[in-house]
């Protein structure tokens, strides 16, 4: 008797199949039937189904935090982008990524959809009220035509604004 003779067990849900597969998670012995292929190798239905970990899944008040912090965020590049106009596109980049690390520490390093989602929507959000902020401030003080820029908007803050989100969510994604 060799030692892959020794080896071989039974599957734990068909104890009639021979096998010498076993989970990479739990070591249960699965054979090819049960198998799930997953990144890390072959699992067992039980760890290959479970959604998202420890990782994947903000607190509510991690969300909240991280929420508020893209709001937050957002605004200044909505009120940025007013004064910067043209040159908002190039700094962009390094705004969102930058807005994209700090809502990552916000959220206690968690990643995943529902923080990129959060993310993404409360940068939007938040720009659209800066925006509006400076809107809201009479023209000798501000800079002018920025009540036009709402009404009749130029591409620029919306392109920079694409820009900004996606360098965050991007941030939260590839870390």
Same mark, same amino acid.
């Given at each position: 008797?060799?030692?892959?003779?020794?080896?071989?067990?039974?599957?734990?849900?068909?104890?009639?199949? =021979?096998?010498? %597969?076993?989970? $990479? *998670?739990?070591?249960?012995?699965?054979?090819?039937?049960?198998?799930?292929? &997953?990144?890390?190798?072959?699992?067992?239905?039980?760890?290959?189904?479970?959604?998202?970990?420890?990782?994947?899944?903000?607190?509510?008040?991690?969300?909240?935090?991280?929420?508020?912090?893209?709001?937050?965020?957002?605004?200044?590049?909505?009120?940025?982008?007013?004064?910067?106009?043209?040159?908002?596109?190039?700094?962009?980049?390094?705004?969102?990524?930058?807005?994209? =690390?700090?809502? %990552?520490?916000? $959220? *206690?390093?968690?990643?995943?959809?529902?923080?990129?989602?959060?993310?993404? &929507?409360?940068?939007?959000?938040?720009?659209?009220?800066?925006?509006?902020?400076?809107?809201?401030?009479?023209?000798?003080?501000?800079?002018?035509?920025?009540?036009?820029?709402?009404?009749?908007?130029?591409?620029?803050?919306?392109?920079?604004?694409?820009?900004?989100?996606?360098?965050?969510?991007?941030?939260?994604?590839?870390?």
């Amino acid at each position: 008797m060799n030692a892959v003779e020794a080896a071989k067990t039974t599957c734990a849900r068909h104890p009639k199949v =021979e096998t010498a %597969l076993t989970c $990479a *998670s739990c070591g249960v012995p699965i054979c090819p039937k049960c198998l799930v292929q &997953t990144p890390v190798g072959m699992k067992c239905r039980d760890c290959g189904t479970q959604q998202g970990g420890v990782l994947f899944t903000p607190g509510i008040g991690q969300a909240a935090l991280a929420s508020v912090f893209g709001v937050l965020f957002g605004a200044v590049a909505g009120w940025g982008v007013a004064f910067l106009g043209f040159y908002s596109l190039f700094v962009a980049v390094a705004y969102g990524t930058f807005a994209g =690390e700090m809502i %990552l520490r916000a $959220a *206690s390093r968690k990643r995943g959809l529902r923080m990129e989602l959060i993310a993404g &929507t409360a940068l939007a959000v938040g720009a659209i009220g800066g925006r509006m902020a400076v809107a809201a401030i009479p023209p000798s003080m501000g800079p002018i035509g920025s009540v036009i820029d709402l009404v009749i908007p130029t591409p620029i803050p919306l392109i920079a604004l694409g820009i900004a989100v996606a360098s965050a969510v991007g941030r939260i994604r590839y870390i």
